[in-house]
C-alpha cells in the first residue's frame, strides 16, 4: 500500500503518525509531501527511514477544500506505480489503528465495485457512503481510468468520490477501522459554498442546504450562501456536473414529497454537526 502523507511544520506528531503507517499488518511504503516546513520535519522522515521525501516551495498552510492542497497531494501521486493496486492520503495529524489497512482491503477484495473508502475519526460523524478525507485509499485501476489527477479546484477531495458514484460504482466508510485525530479537526464550512457552486448544485438545493446551515449557525450559513453567490465556474466535467443536478433536483422533490425523509434529513445533518463540534472542543 503506498501512503501520500501530507505534512507542513507537524514534527510534534509525525513520529506517530509514521509509525502507525509502518506497523500496520500489512506492507506500507510512504511518500512523505513536506510544504517546506521549518520545524525539522522532513529530518524527523528521514531518520524514520521514509521511503520518499518531496519537498515543495510553498511555505504556507494549506488546509483540505482549499484548492493549492490538489497540487501538493498530485505531487506525491507522482510517485504512484502503474501497477499498484491501491493508495491511500493521510494528513501529518492522524493516526490509524495497526489493522486499518487490512480492515479497509477486505472489503475491497469482497466487492470489486467498491473504488474508494476510509475508516472513522474517532467520535466524528460518519457518512456511511462517503469516505473521510483522512485516510482515505483509493482502487488505483478505478483511479487511473477514471480521475488521473485531483483538479484544482474547491471540490478537489469530493470530486473522485462523486465520479465514481456517478458511474455506479461504490463508496463507502467502515466504523471498523478507526483513526485518531492528534488535534480538533479544522471545519471550513463556508467552503462548502463555493463546493456547491462549482458542481453545478441547482439553486434551490443549494439554497436550501445553506438555511438549514443558518438554523444551525447563522454565520455559516450566511458565509455557505456568500460564498454560494460568487462568480465561480463550474467544473470541467459536464457529465458530472449534469448527474449532480438531476440527482440533487430527485433528491429535494422526494423529501418534499415524503416529509419523514425531509425529517431524516435534517436529523443526520444537525447530529453530524454537533458530533464535529464536540471533537473540535476536545
Request: a positive charge.
Amino acid at each position: 500500500m503506498k501512503v501520500v502523507l501530507l505534512g507542513w511544520n507537524d514534527s510534534a506528531f509525525l513520529s506517530r503518525v509514521v509509525r502507525s503507517i509502518q506497523n500496520q499488518t500489512v506492507e506500507t511504503s510512504i511518500i512523505y509531501v513536506d510544504d517546506e516546513s521549518s520545524d525539522g520535519s522532513v529530518g524527523v522522515a528521514e531518520g524514520l527511514g521514509v521511503e520518499s521525501i518531496v519537498k515543495l516551495k510553498r511555505g504556507k498552510r494549506v488546509y483540505g477544500g482549499f484548492p493549492i492542497l490538489a497540487k501538493n497531494v498530485n505531487a506525491g501521486l507522482e510517485h504512484i506505480s502503474p501497477e499498484d493496486d491501491y493508495f491511500m492520503i493521510m494528513p501529518s495529524d492522524v493516526v490509524i489503528e495497526r489493522d486499518y489497512v487490512e480492515k479497509l482491503l477486505v472489503h475491497f477484495r469482497l466487492n470489486d465495485r467498491l473504488v474508494i473508502a476510509s475508516g472513522t475519526i474517532a467520535g466524528e460523524y460518519a457518512n456511511p457512503g462517503f469516505p473521510r478525507g483522512a485516510g482515505r485509499v483509493y482502487r488505483c485501476s478505478f483511479w487511473n481510468r477514471h480521475v488521473g489527477r485531483f483538479p484544482l479546484a474547491y471540490l478537489w477531495e469530493s470530486y473522485p468520490v462523486l465520479k465514481a458514484q456517478s458511474l455506479g460504482y461504490v463508496t463507502a466508510n467502515f466504523k471498523e477501522a478507526r483513526m485518531v485525530a492528534l488535534r480538533p479537526t479544522r471545519l471550513y464550512k463556508p467552503m462548502y459554498g463555493y463546493v456547491m457552486k462549482e458542481l453545478g448544485y441547482p439553486r434551490g438545493y443549494a439554497w436550501f442546504r445553506c438555511l438549514l446551515a443558518w438554523v444551525i449557525s447563522p454565520r455559516v450559513g450566511f458565509e455557505m450562501f456568500r460564498t454560494y453567490s460568487m462568480d465561480i465556474e463550474p467544473i470541467f466535467d459536464v457529465e458530472l456536473v449534469a448527474w449532480l443536478r438531476a440527482h440533487y433536483r430527485l433528491k429535494l422533490a422526494h423529501m418534499f414529497i415524503y416529509p419523514l425523509s425531509f425529517v431524516r434529513f435534517i436529523k443526520n445533518n444537525f447530529v453530524r454537526f454537533i458530533k464535529n463540534k464536540m471533537v473540535n472542543k476536545d
